[in-house]
């Protein structure tokens, strides 16, 4: 199940006035007004060209004579409704694996008893719930195996349902470029490309030694059974960390709080944003000062409530640098590091600080 347009259709929702307009989510980066790219975009916005990746300033150029909508991440808004709908989720499968914030697997050889008459109804259902209980559109695939469900729900995109029996797993394959296969980049492809080698039954026309070859044993051996459909990767619910830490080597050795402090903010920020992958929020924060010596010391701090913010991860890191600086007056500091533990989901809620954090602000 992958929802479509994902942080577009969440805009819609909460502003229905821009429905049937472009709407543009962007990444601002603040250096200018328009700096920065698109996050992502309705499908109205893609008949222009514009999607994930554009630069601003050309999506600009190309919604030009339209009434495009262009809008900051709000990515509390959106991780509450990928909450909710995971939660919808969670109800089907036999096993339920969430991939990123939109997507998701679900094993249900077991409830559907292998028969994909039922793994359709099922899949029917869980469109609608979530259209009725979120008012997303989403789109489904069903088949034998995680590969091959990717593609299906991609097939139809958006609000899609494609059910690929093991009868039909050639045909559905055959005709599709080789660039949709899942981990095949821009790189891959062009190689590809470079042996005449375009669509999948191109692909599966070539021995797993000639594969081998071109791309390594592991990647080779991969598209070798990707062209034939064939996957064996399980549905894993996955584990969730315990703690997340991020730690940086500094330019030079120095006990210097303001040139330590930036480079522990971009710590905080990739911290923070794993966090926000995971839909996590952590009750404590500590920094790790790993000494010109060589001795590693860490200080914590319990949050007042679990958060996964940058701003009060940011602040609760720097104060605690500075207190080790202040209370280590010899320490000199040859890498730096943050770590948040206590993790745990994170309630469907938004609270506000979180809802008025960076992301959608900038
Ligand atoms: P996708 O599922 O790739 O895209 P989508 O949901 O917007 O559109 P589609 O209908 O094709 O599925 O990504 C999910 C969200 O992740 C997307 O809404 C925004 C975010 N995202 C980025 O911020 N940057 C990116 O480059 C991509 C690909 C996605
Ligand atoms: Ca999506």
């Known amino acids: ?56 300033v050309s999506a600009r150029k190309l919604l030009d ?39 998701a697997y679900l094993d249900v050889s077991e ?3 292998g028969n994909y008459d039922i793994g359709e109804m099922m899949g029917r ?16 695939g069903i088949a034998p195996n995680k590969l091959l469900a990717k593609l299906a729900s991609d097939h139809m995109k958006p609000n899609g349902l494609t059910v690929v029996t093991p009868e039909r797993i050639q045909s559905f ?60 990767e399980p549905v894993q619910r996955k584990e969730i960390p315990t703690q997340i830490s991020r730690i940086a080597t500094l330019k030079e050795n120095t006990r210097d709080f303001d040139s330590i402090q930036p480079i522990l903010s971009e710590l905080t920020q990739s911290l923070r944003e794993k966090l926000q992958n995971e839909q996590m929020k952590c009750k404590s924060v500590s920094i790790i000062a790993i000494l010109s010596s060589l001795a590693i010391h860490t200080r914590s701090k319990t949050l007042e409530s679990p958060a996964n913010d940058l701003r009060t991860i940011d602040e609760y890191a720097k104060q605690l640098l500075k ?5 280590s007056p010899r320490a000199i500091l040859r890498r730096v590091g943050v770590k948040v533990t206590g993790l745990s989901k994170q309630s469907g809620q938004t609270d506000i600080q979180s809802f008025f954090s960076n992301d959608h602000s900038r």
């Not at 409704?81 to 499968?93: C, K, N, P, T």
């Not at 207190?323 to 209370?327: G, W």
Request: hydrophobic letters at 35%; glycine letters at 8%.
């Open 125 to 140: 259902k869980i469109k609608d719930t979530i259209l009725q209980q979120e008012q997303v559109t989403s789109s489904v």
């Open 1 to 56: 199940m992958d929802l479509d347009y994902f942080y577009a259709q969440c805009e819609e929702n909460v502003n229905p006035s821009i429905r049937g307009k472009p709407v543009v989510v962007c990444v601002y980066s603040g250096r200018t007004p328009d700096s920065g790219v698109v996050s992502t975009s309705n499908y109205e916005a893609r008949r222009y060209g514009v999607k994930a990746g554009t630069i601003i």
């Open 111 to 113: 409830s559907s008893k």
């Open 65 to 103: 004579s339209t009434d495009a909508i262009f809008l900051p991440m709000n990515r509390p808004l959106y991780d509450a409704v990928s909450e909710r709908i995971m939660a919808i989720l969670e109800d089907y499968g036999d096993i339920f694996e969430q991939v990123g914030i939109d997507e």
């Open 323 to 327: 207190e080790f600086l202040e209370s």
């Open 173 to 232: 394959l055959d005709n599709q470029e080789v660039g949709r296969i899942p981990g095949v980049g821009k790189k891959v492809e062009e190689k590809l490309h470079e042996s005449n080698v375009r669509s999948i039954h191109d692909l599966s026309q070539l021995s797993p030694i000639s594969l081998q070859e071109m791309f390594g044993r592991k990647l080779g051996t991969y598209l070798f059974l990707a062209a034939r459909g064939e996957n064996d």
